[in-house]
Structure formats: structure tokens, C-alpha cells
């Protein structure tokens, strides 16, 4: 039961350019959303997080938005750089546990 | 520097034979958790511990053990391993759940022939 779903894989973007995730949830009761970027190797990294009472949270060149109604969040990248290259779970936190999505792969042309 | 330091980074082993991942964190956390990484499903939970000798079930806990002895460390056990608990595996910590965001160790990529 993936109560936290990424439907895209993968995302290719120019570099300057906007990149867009997206994140589904089905479970109302989640209270914190978040980010978090993975490199080839290496351990997820904490990104960004958004409250559930809030509809926004920027930081930086990141900004996460929130839409309950429609159990749907996203990242925005602006602008993209070949840096940012890596995977991007979503994931859901309530109670004592964290759900995570299945990832996409953002790729930064130069 | 703060980080959670897990051991070994890689290991192949065979079916039966018992097997200890060690998972270690430097920054006082509480909340210590395993996760396991699939192709297609994500990180998904196996254990969780809320505090010293607080540990609970995640989403796939069957065939696993884990232990909290000390606040720093957590190790995860596997009494007889099969070939489908072949899996990347992620240790984590924090200072709780909520907006906290998860510090992960770097992983150990297990193999079980």
C-alpha cells in the first residue's frame, strides 16, 4: 500500500530552467512533508519540508507547495543547475513513521 | 562532523547465515530507523526507535531484528538471511518525527545468494 506515490521516474530539464516534481498522497492524516535528494552512493539529504497547515515553503532556489485538497505537493527548482542532477524522494510524515515515494531521477542538461 | 556511520558498505553473503549491519549516529538523536531501498518502491520502513530501549515495527519488519542498547547506536540483525532481503539498506536519524528531516547514513548494499 503506497500511501506516497511519485509518478514519474525521471524529469529532463535544460539548465536554467524550472524543473517540477510531483508527489501524491493518499493518507489525510499526514502532518510534514519533505524532500530529500540522493546522490549515486550517498545517503538521502534532507531538502525542504512543508507543515500541513501551510500551502508554501521556499528556500533558496526551492520551493515545495502544498495543495490538501488535492493530496498533491511539488518541488520547484529555479533555476535548475547540472548540480541538482540526482534523485528526489517525496515523503510524508505522521505519527511515528515516515513514508517515502518510489523517486525520480532529475537530470540537468547543460 | 555530524553524521550516522554505517557499516559495512557492501557485503555478499549466503543464505542462513547470520549477519549484523551497525548503525551509529554522533548527534544526540532520539529517533533512529532502518529503511530498505527497491527498485520502484522506494525507501520503505523496517524498524523504528523512538528512544533507548523503544523500538517498534515498520511497514517490512518480517525476517529482521534490531536493538537499542545505547542512544547512539542501532543495529540491525539478520538471523538468517534469504536472497529477497537483497537490498540497498539506509540507517537514519533525528531529532524526531514531524518536519524533522532525517540525517541517512550512506547505505550498505547487501547480497544474500
Known amino acids: 500500500d503506497q500511501q506516497v506515490k511519485q509518478n514519474s521516474p525521471s524529469l529532463s530539464v535544460q539548465e536554467g530552467r524550472i524543473s517540477i516534481l510531483n508527489c501524491d498522497y493518499t493518507?489525510?492524516?499526514?502532518?510534514?512533508f519533505l524532500w530529500y535528494k540522493k546522490y549515486p552512493a550517498e545517503g538521502p539529504t534532507f531538502l525542504i519540508s512543508?507543515?500541513?497547515?501551510?500551502d508554501k515553503n521556499e528556500d533558496g532556489r526551492f520551493t515545495v507547495f502544498l495543495n490538501k485538497s488535492a493530496k498533491h505537493l511539488s518541488l520547484h527548482i529555479v533555476p535548475s543547475q547540472p548540480g541538482d542532477s540526482a534523485v528526489y524522494f517525496c515523503a510524508a510524515s505522521g505519527g511515528n513513521d515516515m513514508r517515502f515515494g518510489a523517486g525520480t531521477r532529475l537530470t540537468v542538461k547543460p | 562532523e555530524a553524521q550516522v556511520t554505517q557499516n559495512p558498505r557492501y557485503l555478499i553473503t549466503v543464505t542462513g547465515k547470520k549477519l549484523t549491519v551497525t548503525c551509529s549516529q554522533n548527534?544526540?538523536?532520539?529517533?533512529m530507523s532502518w529503511y530498505r531501498q527497491d527498485p520502484g518502491l522506494g525507501l520503505r520502513q523496517i524498524y523504528y526507535s523512538m528512544n533507548v530501549e523503544v523500538t517498534d515495527k515498520g511497514d517490512v519488519p518480517e525476517g529482521y531484528k534490531v536493538s537499542r542498547k545505547e542512544k547512539r547506536n542501532f543495529p540491525l540483525i539478520l538471523e538468517s538471511p534469504s536472497p529477497n532481503q537483497t537490498s540497498l539498506y539506509f540507517c537514519?536519524?533525528?531529532f524526531g518525527t514531524g518536519g524533522y528531516g532525517y540525517t541517512f547514513g550512506s547505505g550498505t548494499r547487501l547480497t544474500v545468494v
Open positions: 493518507n489525510s492524516m499526514f502532518d510534514y
Open positions: 548527534m544526540n538523536h532520539e529517533y
Open positions: 512543508i507543515s500541513s497547515i501551510k
Open positions: 537514519a536519524s533525528s
